[in-house]
């Protein structure tokens, strides 16, 4: 069966703080350990308030310090916000506190606004160096040789699994030039899926990290006992991404009996178009629609996100998820 993991958003909501939301993802993470989830990944956000997560390591180590098999990273970190070096160090860091179990996916874009981007003290031409800032951190992270003057500690040796991320072509040319795994944001930008899939494959060389192609794909999963009840819960993901289109992101919203109420023409085609492969229903629905996306991309792994309002309903959300895919003792 295709691994199932996690793709954690940390969201605030109207009624949690920023402290409630990381509790629930410690919380989430403790539970899906115990349901056969594969992994558990945090991204890199700034200036928004409804997301937690702009301090990724530390929320990773708040994570990884309340479970204790399951694979806990970045999906992922935004690293032209940052010194390879600097990045070296913190996942270095956490892979001493949690040997074996740390993932570090690697992302081109900003995650934030251009003037966030000036207070974070970086350049948005920063990204035209990625492939080079992939290479030296992967450096880093390697041994440090006999003569090595600058050495990231506790990071050199720790060899950290890189993974690069991506919503376009590009990712996969670089992940398949590297030889890295592959992880395709397809649960927000569905589009360019398959081609991308088809260049990282085709063009997939070798490395010490991988010898063939694994590929991961992101998709938005809710489950409920029945598809009228996961349709509702679905709500709250939906006034989420029309808010980014009406300019006014905001905490995460409760769920409502009618979408249509909320968004406009334009915010509604928008948003079903970067939505367009989420899978919502009840578990035998929500199987159905996994079972035809690995069939239709062949996918090593899937990442799902699954923005449900409450957290207990999330709970739940997954566990149905994890039970419908027969991972774990459900």
Partial sequence: MTPLSILELVRVTEETDARGALDNAR???????????NRIWVAEHHNMHGIASAATSIV???????????????????????????????????ARLFPGRIDLGLGRAPGTDQLTLRALRRSPNNADNFPQDVLELQ????PAGPDQRIVAVPAAGTEVPLWILGSSNFGA???????????????FAPDLLLPALEIYRSRFKPSEQLDRPYAMVGVNVIAAETDAEATRLATTQQM?????????????????????????????????????????????????????????????????????????????SVELIAEAWGIGAG
């Fill in 27 to 37: 919380d989430l993470a403790a539970h899906a350990e115990s349901w056969g989830y």
């Fill in 60 to 94: 990773l180590a708040h994570i990884a310090a309340g479970t204790k098999t399951i694979r806990v990273g970045a999906g992922g970190i935004m690293l032209p916000n940052h010194a390879p070096y600097i990045i070296a160090e913190q996942f270095g860091t956490l």
């Fill in 139 to 142: 450096a880093f992270l390697a």
């Fill in 173 to 187: 040319m670089l992940a398949a030039e590297l030889g890295l795994p592959y992880a395709f944001a397809s649960h």
């Fill in 240 to 316: 989420s991404f029309a808010d980014i289109f009406k300019g006014a992101r905001g905490l995460s919203k409760p769920p409502i009996d009618d979408i249509e109420t909320y968004w406009g023409p334009m915010e509604r085609a928008q948003a079903k178009q970067m939505l367009a492969r989420s899978i919502i229903g009840s578990p035998a629905t929500v199987r159905a629609g996994m079972e035809a996306l690995v069939k239709e991309t062949g996918a090593d792994e899937l990442i799902l996100v699954s923005d449900v309002y409450d957290h207990a309903q999330r709970l739940r």
